[in-house]
C-alpha cells in the first residue's frame, strides 16, 4: 500500500477513537519535606474543587452555595464564556489533602437545625427535595473530576460517574432506592437519608526514579450516611455506623444536628499512565460497538443513495441529454420530463429574501459545526478544558457572521432582489433574535427557580455585545462584498409567462415529498443522536468526537443526495417550484429531530413538572432552529449544484 494512503487510514482511526488530549501539562505533587529546594515545582497539597448539583431528574442545576453545606473557600478559578452558559460555577472546598498524608474520620464542619427556626426549616425540606430528586456533587481535583465508582450488574468493571448523590430515601414500603440499594441498613419506610461523609482514595503514581515526585491518575469517591453524636466534637466512622435519617415535618424532633466527616487514602498506582488517566471514566459512557453499528447503518444508507444517484446521473439523465441534444426533426410537444421546465426552473421564489436570509445563517452554521468538530476530533477542545466547546462555538458563530452576509447577498441578488438594507438586518437579526428570545424566556425561568444555569446579567451583555458590535459589522461586510459582486448567472433564461403546472400524483407532491426528504438523513443520525441527548440531559462527558465528524459527513452527503434525487423526481412531473422545496426537504429532518427529542423526553427522562417541560422543549426549539438552517441549507446548495449543471450542457432552441 502506499505510504500516503496508510497515513491517511491512520489518521482516520485515530479521530474515529476519539483522539483527546487529557490535560493541558502535568502537575507534580510532593510532600512538604521535599518541596523546599526542589529543583522540580511541585504541589504539596492537592485542591478539591466543588461544582454545581444536578440531577437527572430535573433540568434546573443548584450552587453549591444553594445547599447548607460546609462553606466553600474562597479559591474560586477562573471561568470561561462557556463554563457560564453552562451553568459551570466552581468554589474552592475546605477539604485539606496534603500529599501521602491518610487521614481518617476528620471533621469538616457542623450543621445544627432547630425545629422552631424558620430559616432551619425551609433549608431541610430544600435539602430533603433535592435528595427525593437524586441530585448529585460533582467535584474537581486536579483538573479531573472525582469519581464515584460502582459494581453493576452484569459488567466486568465498576461504572464510574462523574457525581455522586447527596443522598437517598426508601419508599413507603421500606424499599431502598437508587444509591440506598449498597447499603443494607436503610430501609426504614418513606425515610429519607444525607450522606454526609466521603471516603476518598487518591491514586497517583511516580514519573520520576526518584519517588520524590507524584502525578495524580485518579480521585474516587465512596459517600456514607452516618449518623455522629450531637455533641460538637465526638465523630465516629465505623462501618457499622447508623445512617444519618433527616427528617422534616410535624414529626421532626426539636434538633438535628449535621456533621460533614472525611477519610482520605493516597493509593500508588502503577498501571494508569497520567495521560490516559481519564479512561476509566470515559469508558463507562458510550460502547464503541454501538457507535461502530451507527456508522455501519449510515455508510450502508449513503451506498443506497449514492446509487440511486449514480443510476440517475450516469443512466437517466445521460439518456435524456441525448434524446435533448440530437438533432430531430420530432414536435416539440412530443418532448416530456425536466426540459420542458427550462424556461421557469430558474424563476425566482416567492419570499426569496426570507430563503436568503436561511441560506446564510444556515451555512453560519455548517462552518462553525464543522470548524468545531474537527478541533474536538483531534483534542483541542478535550473533556478537561471545561466550557472550551461551548466558548468555541460562540466565538466561531460571532466571527463566521461574515458568511452569513455574503452568501444571503448573493443569493438575494441571484432572486434580482434590490432590498439590500433589509436583506442585511434580517440576515443579522431575524435568526439570531428568535434564539436569543427563546434563551432569555428559559433564563427568567431559571432566575425565579435560583438556578445555577441562570446567566448572570453580565453576561448577558458580555453576549449582545459580541452580537451587536462584532457578528452584526462582520455581516456588514459579507453582504457589501457580495452585493458588490456580480449576480450569477444561469444557463437558461427565463421566461415571461409562467408556465402551468400539470396535476401531480400524491406522491410527489410538496408535503409527501418533504417528509420523505428527511427520512433517510435522520435515520443516519438517530443512533448517534440519543448518546449526545444523554451527554446533554443526563450530564454524561461526550468525547467520541471522530465519530461525531464522521456522522457529520455522512449528514451532509445524506441531505445532498437525498435533496438531488427528489429535485429530479419534481423536475421530471414538471413541478419547477424548487428552490424552497430544496431548502424544507433535507430541512425536513430537524422536524424528525424535534419528534425524537419529544420521545426522548416521554420514555427516556425521568423528569417532571412544569418548569422541566418547558426549559427542555425551549432548549430543544432552539437546537431544531439551528439544525433546520444548517440541513436546509446543505440540500438547496446541493441542490442549486445539481440543476444548474443538468442544464448547462441540455441543447436549447
Known amino acids: ?132 430528586k437524586n441530585y448529585e456533587h460533582h467535584w474537581i481535583a486536579d483538573n479531573m473530576p472525582v469519581a464515584w465508582c460502582y459494581e453493576v450488574q452484569n459488567e466486568v468493571k465498576p461504572y464510574c460517574a462523574t457525581g455522586f448523590p447527596i443522598g437517598c430515601y426508601a419508599n413507603e414500603k421500606g424499599q431502598p432506592q437508587d444509591a440506598c440499594v449498597a447499603f443494607g441498613n436503610m430501609n426504614e419506610k418513606s425515610a429519607v437519608y444525607h450522606f454526609n461523609h466521603v471516603d476518598l482514595v487518591v491514586e497517583y503514581h511516580n514519573p520520576t526514579s526518584s519517588g520524590k515526585y507524584h502525578r495524580i491518575v485518579g480521585v474516587n469517591v465512596q459517600p456514607r450516611s452516618i449518623s455522629h453524636s450531637l455533641d460538637s466534637t465526638t465523630v465516629g466512622c465505623q462501618a457499622s455506623a447508623a445512617p444519618l435519617r433527616v427528617v422534616t415535618g410535624s414529626s421532626a424532633p426539636a434538633k438535628q444536628v449535621i456533621k460533614y466527616t472525611y477519610s482520605v487514602k493516597f493509593k500508588r498506582n502503577t498501571d494508569v499512565r497520567w495521560a490516559s488517566r481519564w479512561d476509566y471514566i470515559l469508558r463507562s459512557f458510550h460502547h464503541s460497538s454501538i457507535q461502530w453499528f451507527s456508522i455501519v447503518n449510515s455508510i450502508v444508507i449513503i451506498l443506497f443513495l449514492s446509487g440511486m444517484v449514480a443510476m440517475i446521473l450516469v443512466r437517466t439523465i445521460h439518456r435524456d441529454l441525448v434524446r435533448y441534444n440530437q438533432d430531430s426533426t420530432e414536435d416539440p410537444q412530443e418532448e416530456f420530463g425536466w426540459k420542458l421546465v427550462h424556461g421557469d426552473v430558474f424563476r425566482p421564489p416567492r419570499y426569496g429574501m426570507l430563503l436568503s436570509v436561511l441560506l446564510g ?149 410538496p408535503f409527501f415529498g418533504v417528509l420523505m426528504g428527511g427520512v433517510l438523513p435522520f435515520g443516519c443520525i438517530f443512533i448517534q443522536l440519543f448518546f449526545i441527548l444523554n451527554s446533554i440531559w443526563s450530564h454524561q462527558t461526550y468525547y467520541m468526537f471522530g465519530f461525531l465528524l464522521l456522522v457529520f459527513v455522512i449528514l451532509v452527503i445524506t441531505c445532498a443526495e437525498t435533496t438531488i434525487l427528489l429535485c429530479y423526481f419534481h423536475l421530471c412531473s414538471e413541478d419547477y417550484h424548487w428552490w424552497w422545496r430544496s431548502f424544507l426537504t433535507s430541512g425536513c429532518t430537524a422536524f424528525y429531530f424535534l419528534m425524537y427529542s419529544m420521545y426522548y423526553y416521554h420514555y427516556k427522562m425521568q423528569m417532571s413538572g412544569l418548569a422541566n417541560s418547558f426549559l427542555f422543549f425551549g432548549y430543544s426549539l432552539i437546537m431544531t432552529t439551528l439544525f433546520f438552517t444548517f440541513t436546509g441549507s446543505i440540500g438547496f446548495f446541493s441542490c442549486l449544484l445539481f440543476v444548474r449543471k443538468i442544464y448547462s450542457i441540455v441543447k436549447l432552441d
Open 361 to 509: 445563517n444556515g451555512l453560519q452554521v455548517t462552518f462553525m459545526s464543522a470548524l468545531a468538530l474537527i478541533f474536538a476530533s483531534f483534542g483541542f477542545l478535550s473533556p478537561s478544558n471545561r466550557g472550551s466547546l461551548m466558548t468555541f462555538v460562540v466565538v466561531f458563530y460571532v466571527l463566521l457572521g461574515s458568511v452569513a452576509g455574503y452568501v444571503s447577498a448573493r443569493v438575494y441578488k441571484m432572486f434580482g432582489g434590490e432590498k439590500w438594507k433589509s436583506n442585511v438586518l434580517m440576515t443579522s437579526f431575524l435568526v439570531p433574535t428568535f434564539i436569543f428570545t427563546i434563551f432569555f424566556i428559559l433564563n427568567i425561568v431559571l432566575w425565579h427557580k435560583g438556578s445555577s444555569a441562570a446567566v448572570p446579567f453580565t453576561t448577558l451583555l458580555v453576549v449582545l455585545l459580541l452580537w451587536f458590535g462584532v457578528t452584526t459589522p462582520l455581516t456588514l461586510v459579507g453582504a457589501f462584498i457580495g452585493f458588490r459582486k456580480p449576480a450569477l448567472e444561469q444557463p437558461v433564461r427565463t421566461n415571461q409567462i409562467p408556465r402551468q403546472i400539470p396535476d401531480q400524483v400524491l406522491y410527489v407532491k
Open 1 to 132: 500500500m502506499d505510504r500516503k494512503a496508510i497515513l491517511v487510514v491512520a489518521l482516520c482511526v485515530m479521530a474515529c477513537d476519539g483522539f483527546y488530549l487529557p490535560g493541558l501539562a502535568p502537575v507534580s505533587y510532593c510532600q512538604e519535606k521535599f518541596a523546599k529546594g526542589s529543583e522540580v515545582p511541585c504541589e504539596t497539597s492537592l485542591k478539591v474543587f466543588v461544582n454545581r448539583l444536578d440531577s437527572t431528574e430535573s433540568i434546573i442545576p443548584y450552587d453549591y452555595d444553594k445547599f447548607d453545606f460546609c462553606e466553600p473557600s474562597n479559591d474560586r478559578p477562573a471561568e470561561n464564556l462557556g463554563q457560564v452558559l453552562f451553568g459551570e460555577r466552581i468554589r474552592g472546598s475546605l477539604y485539606n489533602l496534603s500529599m501521602l498524608e491518610d487521614k481518617s474520620c476528620q471533621l469538616l464542619c457542623r450543621r445544627e437545625y432547630v425545629k422552631s427556626n424558620d430559616s432551619h426549616r425551609k433549608k431541610l425540606a430544600f435539602l430533603v427535595a433535592r435528595i427525593m
